[in-house]
């Protein structure tokens, strides 16, 4: 196993000759974000389950630890990562997918990734340890540092161990589907969600919303015979294909956009056929958008809606992956990246 004393020196070192390192795991998301530059530091020696506790629904894991082995532990307990994290490859880690901050299908409806993270260790750009989490830890800024970095791309530090919160498998699970037009399904979808009933996943796509049900048998029969429709076989191998990105969707050419919404927002019309070129996910709160548009209207058409676009594949990624961050908000990361990476070491220009 890789020692933490063998990072630190290699972090010193980055920092004392301003060398850029690219913190990496099993690089099955390294297309995503801004750019990748630096000397690879792989996470995958550092790997192990260092503690697991089913009674007590918490698992503890180094970062470089197989995402699909932390999965197959929890499995024979009968628990689950509730925010279910793509893998995007066989060699997805832990790390990985904490630092991406993604979720899958059930994200809407269970928390997503930084909802489930109770405490990390950080070696930071001075080649320091830092512990939080464990009783809620926070800084003397008042962030919980812990959970801030879901979704932070490795640009605050190495992200060491982590401890997680699981969930248990639910007893019973089946998936609805139903031919609603896309206003329809957006106005049902939030009808039901503010309803006792055991959604845990929708999707929507050319027609078709495909709504997942799960938890105690009663609850999901009940459901069933409220919301009606058709039970699609083999359903399993329909939410993990949406997790990992693999329905003919999000095939093709054109730029992936991910849209963050209201829920309630009706139909975003950006020209074209839109009932083939999107897919709605989490009741309405996240779409994606296959396009040749521009960003600058695709930015400015959601954020008319509340929301704001990601450029998640493909396009081109010099109109910013990411939605532009408003000043004082610009600030506060600016200070964050100090305080953690004074050298700017860490995976520069990943994100901004």
């Known amino acids: 196993m890789q020692s933490i004393e063998q990072f630190q020196q290699r972090v010193r070192a980055a920092a004392a000759d301003k060398t850029p390192l690219r913190i990496r795991g099993g690089g099955t998301k390294d297309w995503y974000g801004q750019r990748l530059e630096g000397e690879i530091l792989d996470t995958r020696g550092h790997a192990g389950i260092v503690d697991y506790e089913p009674t007590e629904l918490v698992i503890t894991a180094r970062c470089g630890t197989p995402l699909a082995e932390i999965e197959a532990v929890l499995a024979e307990r009968n628990q689950m990562l509730a925010f279910e994290p793509p893998h995007f490859g066989a060699q997805a880690t832990l790390g990985g997918a904490i630092a991406a901050g993604l979720a899958g ?89 503010g309803q006792p009933l055991p959604i845990a996943g929708s999707c929507w796509h050319k027609g078709v919303l495909s709504l997942r049900l799960s938890g105690a048998q009663a609850a999901v029969d009940a459901a069933v015979r409220l919301i009606g429709g058709e039970r699609m076989p083999n359903p399993e191998n329909f939410w993990e294909a949406l997790r990992e990105q693999r329905l003919p969707f999000f095939g093709g050419a054109d730029a992936m956009w991910r849209l963050s919404l209201p829920s309630t927002t009706e139909a975003i019309v950006l020209g074209g056929r839109m009932g083939e070129t999107q897919l709605i996910e989490w009741g309405g709160a996240q779409r994606w958008l296959r396009t040749d548009l521009d960003a600058a209207t695709i930015r400015r058409t959601v954020a008319a809606s509340g929301g704001h676009a990601t450029l998640f594949r493909g396009g081109d990624r010099s109109v910013g992956v990411f939605q532009p961050l408003a000043p004082a908000v610009a600030r506060i990361h600016e200070r964050l990246k100090q305080a953690f990476d004074p050298a700017h070491i860490f995976n520069p220009g990943r994100m901004y």
């Open 105 to 193: 299908p059930r994200r809407a409806y269970s928390g997503g990734v930084r909802d489930f993270v109770l405490g990390a260790r950080l070696l930071d750009g001075k080649g320091d340890v830092l512990s939080f989490g464990g009783q809620v830890m926070k800084n003397v800024a008042g962030y919980d540092v812990s959970r801030m970095l879901a979704g932070s791309l490795g640009t605050l530090g190495l992200l060491l161990e982590v401890s997680v919160k699981v969930l248990p498998r639910p007893f019973a699970e089946t998936t609805l589907c139903l031919e609603l037009p896309e206003i329809d399904a957006i106005r049902r979808l939030n009808e039901w969600g």
